[in-house]
T-cell receptor
Framework: DAKTTQPNSMESNEEEPVHLPCNHS???????IHWYRQLPSQGPEYVIH???SNVNNRMASLAIAEDRKSSTLILHRATLRDAAVYYC??????????????FGKGTHLIIQP | AAGVIQSPRHLIKEKRETATLKCYPI?????VYWYQQGPGQDPQFLIS???????DKGSIPDRFSAQQFSDYHSELNMSSLELGDSALYFC?????????????????FGPGTRLTVL
């Protein structure tokens, strides 16, 4: 799987937008970009995924660079509940849906009240 | 909504003992994944099963084995336990049938089993 690079940690204030970057300069044309997060003492949970176009769902938005070498997860209005480790993960569409996720180092997001 | 169920939630074993962890996927999900998360570490993929057949294999030690049963639940069997096996073990499930590659299907994680090896 192609490698991703994320900042170790980021800090933001409650009710402000948060932009979490991810670099994946070796991404291949068949790689999807997935984001998961892990809240303290819980299992990871899916956030969002995309291929080329920007994506929105009820949790977040995903902005993908035109060359696909980087992406940004956007939390529009962070709450204390969003404090978690956020993982950017590439999944090869040729690998099949039952392939495991490769978790990198992730970004530890700290939300200040 | 029903979630992934893992049992037991906590398990304490001695070195060289065996342990069996169980995972009950979300109803109608056909794929199960196992992950290991050591203290202060990120989750590491161990193994996955789709329709009761092994699908993908990660960094699962030879001392570990797993299977998925006809009711889709899965068990992770761990033998000759070592101190370094102390970790959180997560099971996840997803539905992969009927879609191209199943990549659109998120993995739903259970609450984990905390294994402590003394």
């Amino acid at each position: 799987d192609a490698k991703t690079t994320q900042p170790n940690s980021m800090e933001s204030n409650e009710e402000e937008p948060v932009h979490l970057p991810c670099n994946h300069s070796t991404i291949s044309g068949t790689d999807y970009i997935h984001w998961y997060r892990q809240l303290p003492s819980q299992g990871p949970e899916y956030v969002i995924h995309g291929l080329t176009s920007n994506v929105n769902n009820r949790m977040a938005s995903l902005a993908i660079a035109e060359d696909r070498k980087s992406s940004t997860l956007i939390l529009h209005r962070a709450t204390l509940r969003d404090a978690a480790v956020y993982y950017c993960i590439l999944r090869d569409s040729g690998g099949g849906g039952a392939d495991g996720l490769t978790f990198g180092k992730g970004t530890h997001l700290i939300i200040q009240p | 909504a029903a979630g992934v169920i893992q049992s037991p939630r906590h398990l304490i074993k001695e070195k060289r003992e065996t342990a069996t962890l169980k995972c009950y996927p979300i109803p109608r999900h056909d794929t199960v994944y196992w992950y290991q998360q050591g203290p202060g570490q990120d989750p590491q993929f161990l193994i996955s099963f789709y329709e009761k057949m092994q699908s993908d294999k990660g960094s699962i030690p030879d001392r570990f084995s797993a299977q998925q049963f006809s009711d889709y639940h899965s068990e992770l069997n761990m033998s000759s336990l070592e101190l370094g096996d102390s970790a959180l073990y997560f099971c996840a499930s997803s539905l992969n049938s009927g879609l191209a590659g199943g990549l659109y299907n998120e993995q739903f994680f259970g609450p984990g089993t905390r294994l402590t090896v003394l």
